[in-house]
């Protein structure tokens, strides 16, 4: 009986963490190059009873993936910021090591060197930061990675793409961490493309939609834990009836 | 609850993101006012099952774990430094950059700080100061009598006075350009300073390489884009409904928790 009670419970912890999932693409539906996050739910068995029939379901969240979708790219003029099209990555230096990111809103730091948001450099093909001079006054990014400065080529934007990116790890900041044994590979067939930048890929009324189905699942769970609570306790007072 | 924290790191972000479009939309006629843009990243994450571990039952190894983000956080507000519209005032004294490269403005105190809004003016003394009346780096005056005074595009100040045939040549404007714009510090009236981020200042003059030109009779508008400015707007304001309605959730959840009996 108190099966029900457990049951639920599982349910329950499964939902709210949910809803946690679903809060946090909320939050960065407007952080340029995110990547919103689902999550799969499995049944588990747990083995017990003697008859396969007699056995009883929990719910377990067995994992969260990254949806990799693409976002829609606004234009905002600005030269350094450059979109991906294609499922490419940019590299960046982390004091961790290599980093992955889709956010393309570049500058240049007070040395010239080509950074990201969080102020690391971006890597060129050969793995080295980029350095544009400090006496450029137009710098242009083609869409194969080659970077110009008034029109001479300095290098090469690194674009990485993986065979199993479902494998990258968020570890916050936009960046992607690969996991161990994963090679990052050239991306030919991802564009640059500059003055925009990618956006969230999170769609706001999908995750309304998802996060009222919560409320509702949340609230059916606890009104059937509720039930059999009552049923439990009427079956108490009934049978228990010393008289 | 963490889904209360977690929206309410994305009602601060999009309310300090429409705080930035808002100064931006206030500044839309500021001469040479540079938009800013609020940025955002994810916050870290939180691995309730971390992926390549083992998994207990069936000894496999786990591909995707279970990762819950903690939200959102603004990281910069970014100047983008792209060089406005240009429009003719006809006023000899309001130059326009055009390209890379700021004004130097002398304070009272003798600190240089840096503009690109051109609207000058003269002293009573004859010398060009900025609309607050700071001197512009090197001091330069025209000469009583001046019928009119032409700044070519180099910034050489020429002075026509009345009686003279040829023009008098008044010194050259300065001109500094940064490696980094967008880490100046902006001081409000139209200023910037220098700091560890924007680079060293380059001095140097207009016209010369990696610097730009002036252009006399013109000023620099700002490079807003009230379309673009309204339309960030409208997402911002969506993205805080949203996360309100999540917040709102989150309680419903609780409260249902709370009536359990």
Redesign the interface.
């Known amino acids: 009986m108190e099966n029900q009670l457990y049951i639920g419970l599982s349910r329950?912890m499964a939902?709210?963490?949910q809803?946690?999932?679903?809060?946090?693409n909320?939050?960065?539906?407007?952080?340029?190059g995110?990547r919103g996050?689902r999550?799969l739910f499995e049944t588990?068995m747990e083995a017990g009873g003697r008859k396969p029939t007699d056995r009883i379901a929990f719910t377990i969240?067995?994992?969260?993936?990254t949806d990799l979708r693409a976002g829609a790219f606004t234009?905002?003029?600005?030269?350094y910021d450059v979109a991906l099209d294609g499922d490419g990555f940019l590299s960046v230096q982390s004091p961790d090591g290599v980093r992955y990111t889709r956010?393309g809103?570049l500058?240049?730091?007070?040395?010239?060197t080509l950074v990201g948001?969080?102020g690391y450099p971006v890597l060129d093909d050969g793995r080295r930061p980029i350095v544009i001079p400090?006496?450029?006054?137009t710098i242009s990014i083609g869409s194969d990675g080659l970077l110009s400065a008034d029109g001479n080529v300095i290098a090469r934007i690194n674009v990485s793409r993986f065979d199993t990116p479902?494998?990258l790890?968020?570890?916050?900041?936009?960046l992607f961490e690969p996991?161990?044994g994963m090679e990052a590979r050239p991306a030919p067939d991802t564009r640059l493309v500059e003055g925009k930048v990618e956006r969230s890929n999170v769609q706001?009324i999908v995750?309304?939609g998802r996060?009222?189905d919560?409320?509702r699942d949340?609230?059916s769970v606890?009104k059937m834990?509720?039930d059999g609570?009552d049923l439990l306790r009427s079956a108490i007072n009934r049978l228990g009836k010393s008289s | 609850?963490?889904?209360l924290s977690?929206?309410s790191?994305?009602m601060m972000?999009?309310q300090m993101?429409v705080e930035v479009i808002s100064n931006n939309i206030a500044n839309i006629n500021t001469t040479a006012f540079k938009r800013s843009?609020a940025?955002?990243?994810?916050?870290?994450?939180q691995a309730?099952?971390r992926?390549?571990s083992q998994s207990t039952?069936s000894g496999t190894i786990?591909?995707?774990?279970?990762?819950?983000?903690?939200?959102?956080r603004p990281?910069?507000v970014?100047r983008?430094n792209?060089t406005g519209n240009l429009t003719s005032t006809g006023n000899e004294l309001d130059l326009a950059i055009e390209?890379?490269g700021y004004f130097n403005v002398t304070q009272p105190g003798g600190e240089t700080v840096y503009t690109r809004a051109g609207s000058f003016k003269l002293s009573p003394e004859g010398s060009i100061v900025t609309a607050d009346g700071f001197a512009i780096a090197p001091g330069i005056t025209v000469p009583q009598g001046t019928r009119e005074v032409v700044i070519n595009r180099s910034g050489e100040v020429l002075a026509y006075v009345d009686g003279q045939a040829q023009p008098v040549n008044q010194g050259q404007l300065a001109m500094t350009?940064f490696?980094?714009d967008?880490?100046l510090e902006a001081l409000g009236d139209n200023l910037f300073r220098a700091t560890?981020?924007?680079?060293?200042p380059?001095d140097g003059l207009a016209g010369q390489?990696?610097?730009?030109t002036i252009r006399q009779k013109y000023l620099e508008s700002s490079n807003v884009?009230v379309v673009?400015e309204i339309t960030e707007l409208i997402?911002?304001q969506?993205?805080y409904e949203?996360?309100a309605?999540?917040i709102e959730?989150?309680d419903?959840?609780a409260s249902?928790?709370t009536?359990?009996?």
């Open positions: 329950q939902l709210r963490r809803l946690d999932v679903v809060a946090n909320v939050a960065n539906m407007n952080t340029a995110f996050e999550t588990a969240d067995r994992s969260t993936y234009e905002t003029g600005n030269p956010d809103r500058r240049r730091d007070a040395d010239g948001t969080n400090s006496d450029s006054s479902q494998l790890k968020q570890t916050g900041d936009l996991a161990d706001g995750e309304i996060m009222m919560l409320t949340y609230q606890t834990v509720d609570q | 609850m963490r889904v977690i929206a790191t994305g972000a999009q993101n843009r940025e955002f990243q994810d916050l870290m994450y309730e099952r992926q390549g039952d786990i591909p995707t774990g279970v990762e819950v983000g903690l939200g959102v990281t910069s970014n983008i792209t390209g890379r350009v490696v980094n967008s880490g560890p981020a924007s680079g060293e380059q390489a990696g610097f730009g884009n673009q997402s911002a969506r993205a949203m996360n309605k999540v959730a989150g419903q959840m249902t928790m009536n359990m009996r």
